[in-house]
């Protein structure tokens, strides 16, 4: 049964992959036999698939692709399909409401969708804008689910490519920086670029040095504290530095004095800025 992982998006590379098998999907897809339950006629022009969703539903092997509409019982059949073969939410007993082609067919689909998180506003037999919105949503889980269970399955290696694309080695313009440039990321205590680091990382490396170079320097601030006023007259000057001192530390003290105090009256502000009164305890008159 599909899970919690519906609720998101495609992982990471799963779009290249449905995209990969989209191109090479026309030689896979197999054809309804007669008399399927699925087979319906051919749709009308106004009712035609989006092509994407008609790619996405040949790659999961549609049985009826040249009768897949918005239409009719057309519509009805591919979302049940979705269900029953690929997505496969409910439990079988619970799917009654999607194999029921009546009235409240397009209300058990709409709560269908919003479980699963797709939009479903405006869905009905007319709105075919909200049907065909629905229906993508519908065969992106489809193929995330498909998706998931061949990673889980270990089908798919994720994997990066063992060697640059074709073309690739031909453009690398910065591999006469990578031996100076390690001296330099030597010199900084920083990880060391490969010997066939390509120009991406050559780059990267660049930045990382420039970011350690231009550090900013820590702020110092020159005082002179026979120059503070200590309101006292004093003749030793190391004790009129130490009572410089104190009052700068007085001083900070009193700052962070200041602002809890603002703090509080802030508090007490919110308190008392709505303050609610009762008129029965109210006098007139003296």
Same mark, same amino acid.
């Given at each position: 049964?599909?899970s919690?992982?519906? #609720? =998101? %998006? +495609?992982?990471?590379?799963a779009?290249?992959?449905? /995209?990969? *098998?989209?191109?090479c999907?026309?030689a ?5 036999? #007669? =008399? %399927? +339950?699925y ?6 022009? /106004?009712? *035609?698939?989006?092509?994407a969703v008609l790619r996405k539903l040949?790659?999961?092997g549609y ?5 897949a509409s918005?239409a009719?019982e057309s519509?009805?059949k ?5 269900e029953?073969?690929k ?5 079988p007993p619970?799917r009654?409401g999607?194999r029921?082609f ?21 869905l ?5 804008e909200a ?7 519908l065969v992106n889980l489809?193929?995330?689910?498909v998706y998931?269970?061949?990673v889980?399955?270990?089908e798919?290696?994720?994997?990066a490519?063992?060697k640059l694309v ?7 313009q910065l ?6 440039i390690?001296r330099?990321l030597e010199l900084?205590s ?8 390509i120009?991406?990382?050559t ?6 040095i420039?970011?350690r ?8 601030t020159?005082l002179?504290?026979s120059?503070i ?9 190391e004790v009129?530095?130490v009572a410089?001192?104190l009052?700068?530390l007085?001083?900070i ?6 602002i809890s105090v603002?703090?509080?009256l ?6 008392t800025a709505?303050p ?10 003296t």
């Open positions: 049964a599909i919690a992982k519906h #609720a =998101g %998006s +495609f992982p990471a590379g779009s290249a992959r449905v /995209g990969a *098998a989209v191109a999907a026309g896979m897809a197999a054809e309804a036999p #007669a =008399g %399927s +339950f087979t319906a006629k051919a749709p009308l022009a /106004g009712d *035609a698939l989006p092509k040949e790659v999961l049985p009826d692709l040249g009768g918005l009719g519509y009805c591919i979302a049940l399909w979705l029953e073969e997505i496969r939410y409910y439990e619970n009654k999607l029921d009546g009235d409240g067919w397009f209300g058990s689909l709409s709560k269908y969708a919003k479980e699963l998180n797709v939009r479903s506003e405006g009905g037999e007319k709105d075919s049907k065909a919105r629905v229906l993508s949503g489809a193929i995330n689910d998931r269970d061949k889980e399955a270990k798919i290696a994720l994997t490519p063992s074709a073309g690739a080695e031909s453009k690398q591999r006469d920086l990578v031996t100076p390690n330099l900084h920083l990880p060391k670029l490969q010997t066939d680091a120009d991406t990382d780059i990267a490396a660049l930045r990382c420039k970011t170079m231009c550090q900013k320097a820590t702020n110092t020159s002179d504290l120059q006023p200590v309101a006292v007259e004093m003749e030793d000057p009129k530095r410089a001192v009052r700068l007085h001083n003290e009193m700052g962070q004095l200041q603002n703090h509080v802030n508090e007490l502000q919110q308190l709505n609610k009164t009762d008129s029965r305890l109210g006098k007139v008159g």
